[in-house]
């Protein structure tokens, strides 16, 4: 069965410092990746989304970044965190063979908070 | 760009009353997918509807897919405080990014 991890669960940073979360897949190839970020209860944003190893798609221009350095590793960075960075960051996979009816699972989340 | 709205955006109700969450979309997608949250973890898929007219079962939950596909509902019977959550509709339109909506907060009170 697939997994995915995603860590560190809480992390509280100080304003300007870097940031990496880190998440992984388990028991699949090719997944498509994803970083989203929820405001507290409500929908999420897309951030970033891979399809491929090195291939990184932006959707919301921000001080973020994402890299894809392994199939099934996904990271999300910073190199100077601003205050509005502080909230719910979520990764997913969803399967790469058929892209019109592929649900997305989520890892559990980090709650990012920024001081 | 294709947008979904869910309706309501907040539900509290008391254990035992029955319950539905509307998901719209001036668009048509390929499929849709309902997923409930908890606080503090990731949602979890509870279904995904491919086909207008689709209904399908989870126990007390009953989802349904509109004819044109642009729209979707879901029951809950006899609601429970488990039950309690945030429930988020995604539709798929053909690209590997899924629309959500902005999710509905739902409580349930013993």
């Known amino acids: 069965s697939q997994t995915i991890h995603q860590w560190p669960a809480t992390l509280v940073q100080p304003v300007g410092s870097p940031l990496s979360l880190e998440c992984t897949v388990e028991g699949t190839s090719n997944p498509n990746l994803y970083w989203y970020r929820q405001a507290a209860g409500r929908g999420l944003q897309l951030l970033f989304y891979?399809?491929?190893?090195?291939?990184i798609s932006s959707e919301v221009p921000q001080n973020l970044s994402a890299s894809r350095p392994q199939d099934r590793q996904f990271i999300l960075s910073s190199k100077k965190l601003l205050l509005s960075d502080s909230g719910f960051y979520l990764c997913?996979?969803?399967?790469?063979?058929?892209?019109?009816?592929?649900?997305?699972?989520f890892g559990d989340g980090t709650r990012l908070s920024i001081l | 760009t294709q947008l979904l709205e869910q309706s309501p955006q907040f539900l509290s109700i008391q254990e035992g009353e029955n319950l539905t969450v509307y998901c719209n979309s001036s668009?048509?997608?390929?499929?849709l997918q309902w997923y409930r949250q908890e606080p503090g973890e990731g949602p979890v898929l509870l279904v995904t509807?491919?086909?207008?007219?689709e209904v399908k079962k989870l126990k007390r939950l009953t989802f349904q897919f509109g004819d044109a596909r642009k729209d979707s509902s879901l029951h809950i019977t006899a609601a429970q405080t488990g039950d309690t959550g945030l429930y988020l509709c995604?539709?798929?339109?053909?690209?590997?990014?899924?629309?959500f909506g902005r999710g509905t907060s739902l409580i349930v009170h013993p």
């Open positions: 997913a996979w969803s399967r790469n063979r058929d892209r019109l009816n592929q649900p997305q699972h």
């Open positions: 509807v491919v086909t207008g007219g």
């Open positions: 891979s399809v491929g190893i090195g291939q």
């Open positions: 668009s048509v997608f390929s499929s």
């Open positions: 995604a539709g798929s339109g053909g690209s590997y990014i899924p629309t």
